[in-house]
């Protein structure tokens, strides 16, 4: 029986990330969306939340508190009202730190873990390619053995954080493994690598406060050591499946967040003497912008409810962020209708959620509850 009950603690922790959106990252997403940049001191600020380290073991330095997908959506949506581009800065580290949480060996845990126990440290991972046939479980970017080493060679995009990243979780497929696409896995690439070069920051239509880079990978060496999981590897399909909730989970967010400014601003706006929310077509509009948020939140959950109990959530993940996608683009569209010319403008901010929403369906990987 599924039961999606929020114990106190998870509702402890929404109220807060909430009120941290509200008054931390709401009142400067705009003026970050025109700078192209996140202030240090908000991510100081959302790191000690314990959005990285409460998650990380005691002996590395963390608080070891035990992981919850839907505790990661509640965070997620939170974060994502306040503002999609400082959410995914934010979370970044996660990309690197919960897989290696969850499938790396003893010496790699000791390796990475540490670093993000005391501050914000940038990291990243780099599994999307920049190909319309791009494929997660088919990837172009390969990962070549020789000699005791893994040689990748292949081109990355949508990476987060990349310039400033120590560390990059890499996503290959191992030339020469069986299957019809080879045997995906994820190398974990240290800054300065010989072969690793960041190419200058991508300039997107959404997501303008959030430096992603293209990165090119020309026979880096690492060696099998630096396999995410060792020579056994890891369980990838179950990492991807906690990506597609957690960005399920941000466009949740996003499209709330539109959602109530335009049912604010439709209560408030006058037509003909009446509040433009009482005109039928405004009200039916909202109403199924409502539907699809709360529609959307509950095929999240039930995805990370399946995650949570250890069971295969593929089907739910993937339906969960594939409607997702869809649907934050309807309600940031319908909000930009519902404030008629003025949400074409930037004195309102229903044209950034849209922008913003826009890329979901191109954002493979880029969280991770």
């Known amino acids: ?16 990330i909430a009120s941290f959106a509200a008054e931390q990252i709401r009142p400067i997403a705009r003026d970050c969306d025109e700078r192209g940049h996140v202030p240090d001191e908000t991510a100081v600020k959302g790191f000690e939340l314990g959005l990285i380290h409460s998650a990380v073991p005691e002996e590395h330095g963390g608080f070891g508190e035990a992981r919850s997908a839907v505790t990661g959506c509640l965070v997620a949506e939170e974060l994502g009202w306040g503002d999609l581009s400082i959410a995914l800065h934010l979370l970044a580290p996660r990309l690197l730190v919960y897989p290696v949480l969850d499938a790396g060996t003893p010496e790699q845990r000791a390796r990475y873990l540490p670093r993000f126990a005391t501050e914000f440290h940038a990291a990243s ?7 319309f046939d791009f494929d997660p479980t088919d990837l172009a970017t390969t990962a070549r053995r020789d000699n005791g080493h893994f040689v990748l060679s292949g081109a990355k995009c949508f990476v987060p954080l990349a310039e400033e990243a120590d560390a990059l979780l890499v996503y290959a497929r191992i030339a020469g493994a069986k299957g019809a696409g080879g045997e995906t896995a994820a190398f974990l690439v240290d800054r300065g690598t010989p072969g690793l070069t960041i190419s200058e920051r991508e300039a997107n239509m959404g997501l303008k406060a959030l430096g992603t880079y293209e990165l090119s990978l020309d026979d880096v060496r690492v060696p099998v050591a630096a396999r995410l999981g060792g020579e056994a590897g ?35 706006r006058r037509a003909f003497g009446v509040a433009i929310a009482q005109k039928q077509a405004i009200a039916f509009m909202l109403a199924q912008m409502a539907i699809e948020v709360d529609a959307t939140r509950l095929l999240t959950w039930e995805a990370a409810w399946k995650l949570d109990r250890g069971e295969d959530a593929t089907r739910e993940a993937v339906l969960a962020q594939r409607y997702a996608a869809k649907m934050a683009l309807e309600v940031t569209d319908n909000a930009v209708q519902v404030l008629g010319g003025h949400g074409y403008v930037r004195d309102h901010p229903v044209e950034l959620w849209l922008r913003n929403a826009r890329g979901f369906a191109s954002f493979e990987g880029l969280a991770i509850v």
């Open 1 to 16: 029986m599924l039961d999606l009950e929020l114990t106190d603690e998870q509702k402890l922790i929404r109220d807060t």
């Open 125 to 131: 991972a780099a599994m999307v390619e920049p190909r």
């Open 234 to 268: 890891a369980d990838l399909g179950r990492i991807l499946n906690h990506t597609r909730v957690a960005l399920a989970a941000l466009a949740v967010g996003v499209a709330r967040g539109a959602f109530e400014y335009a049912r604010d601003y439709a209560k408030e």
